[in-house]
């Protein structure tokens, strides 16, 4: 085990071909498992998708970038309420789990989840990267996973042997994340200069040269997350959620 984990982990978007044995792959969840969770209900599940069809679905799915279409495995991590909605139904007990409060707290459980497999997997010497692209297509990759009701895809991760290590990115300095008391109300000087580590970064500095934008804020709003691609988003994803049972289910018009 690395001792300088911490400082130094960063996503990996290039794997080799290198297999990662399906007991390693076991006992990383397994060690990931002990978690924490919501009432020890444990509200997540877990996709492994690794090769034929199934897999090169995936990677379009995920507009085929490089961390997704190089990985040997893509974990897609799952709300899910029906497990435990269908065990309290066998056991006479009385489910109250189809509603808006009960997918946050699952999707809780399973984006901590998904966190503690990082840290075990990179820690046995695998790389990772989050897919934030399974919201994008949340819809598609449910029905290719086959989910039933109750169960959402809210984190994907692409997982295997580093071919090539980026360098480490940049953080904001860890005043501007820390509050005591009450939330300090920062100036604009303040927010900028927090913002100045971003700013200055020379792969930021060049991504906003290659694509001919003013500054780094403003790759961020027309480019990697524009306001219409968010809400294209947003409007996808609560219909899935409602799909699925999560706000109730929409009356059958005649
Ligand atoms: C919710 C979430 C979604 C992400 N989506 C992507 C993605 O679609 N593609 C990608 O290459 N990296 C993705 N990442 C990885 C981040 O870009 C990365 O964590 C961040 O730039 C910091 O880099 P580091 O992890 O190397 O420190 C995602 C991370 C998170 C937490």
């Given at each position: 085990?690395?001792?300088?984990?911490?400082?130094?982990?960063?996503?990996?978007?290039?794997?080799?071909?290198?297999e990662v044995p399906r007991e390693l792959l076991i006992d990383i969840i397994e060690?990931a498992?002990?978690?924490?969770?919501?009432?020890?209900?444990?509200?997540y599940s877990i996709v492994v998708t690794t090769e034929g069809?199934r897999k090169?679905?995936l990677?379009?799915?995920?507009?085929?970038?490089?961390?997704?279409?190089?990985s040997p495995v893509i974990l897609t991590i799952c709300?899910?309420?029906?497990?435990?909605?269908?065990?309290?139904?066998?056991?006479?007990?009385?489910?109250?789990?189809?509603?808006?409060?009960?997918?946050?707290?699952?999707?809780?459980?399973?984006?901590?989840m998904a966190?503690?497999i990082?840290?075990?997997a990179?820690?046995?010497?695998?790389?990772t990267?989050?897919?934030?692209?399974?919201?994008?297509?949340?819809?598609?990759i449910?029905?290719l996973l086959e989910l039933?009701?109750?169960?959402?895809p809210?984190a994907s991760l692409s997982i295997g042997?580093?071919?090539?290590?980026?360098?480490?990115?940049?953080?904001?300095?860890?005043?501007?994340?820390?509050?005591?008391?009450?939330?300090?109300?920062?100036?604009?000087?303040?927010?900028?200069?927090?913002?100045?580590?971003?700013?200055?970064?020379?792969?930021?500095?060049?991504?906003?040269?290659?694509?001919?934008?003013?500054?780094?804020?403003?790759?961020?709003?027309?480019?990697?997350?524009?306001?219409?691609?968010?809400?294209?988003?947003?409007?996808?994803?609560?219909?899935?959620?409602?799909?699925?049972?999560?706000?109730?289910?929409?009356?059958?018009?005649?």
């Amino acid at each position: 085990m690395r001792d300088d984990y911490f400082s130094t982990r960063s996503s990996v978007r290039q794997y080799s071909d290198r297999e990662v044995p399906r007991e390693l792959l076991i006992d990383i969840i397994e060690k990931a498992m002990r978690a924490p969770t919501c009432g020890n209900m444990q509200l997540y599940s877990i996709v492994v998708t690794t090769e034929g069809e199934r897999k090169a679905r995936l990677n379009e799915l995920h507009f085929n970038q490089p961390a997704a279409a190089t990985s040997p495995v893509i974990l897609t991590i799952c709300a899910d309420f029906n497990r435990f909605t269908r065990w309290c139904e066998i056991s006479g007990a009385d489910p109250g789990y189809d509603n808006f409060h009960s997918f946050i707290t699952a999707t809780t459980d399973a984006v901590i989840m998904a966190q503690q497999i990082v840290t075990v997997a990179e820690m046995n010497g695998l790389g990772t990267c989050y897919l934030g692209t399974v919201n994008y297509n949340a819809a598609e990759i449910s029905k290719l996973l086959e989910l039933p009701d109750l169960v959402v895809p809210v984190a994907s991760l692409s997982i295997g042997y580093p071919a090539k290590r980026d360098e480490l990115c940049e953080r904001l300095p860890v005043e501007a994340v820390v509050h005591f008391d009450t939330y300090r109300k920062d100036s604009d000087r303040e927010i900028t200069d927090l913002f100045k580590v971003k700013d200055d970064f020379e792969a930021n500095r060049n991504f906003v040269k290659e694509n001919g934008k003013r500054n780094l804020a403003e790759l961020f709003t027309d480019i990697r997350y524009p306001r219409k691609l968010n809400e294209e988003v947003s409007e996808s994803f609560s219909a899935l959620i409602r799909e699925k049972g999560f706000l109730g289910k929409e009356e059958k018009k005649d």
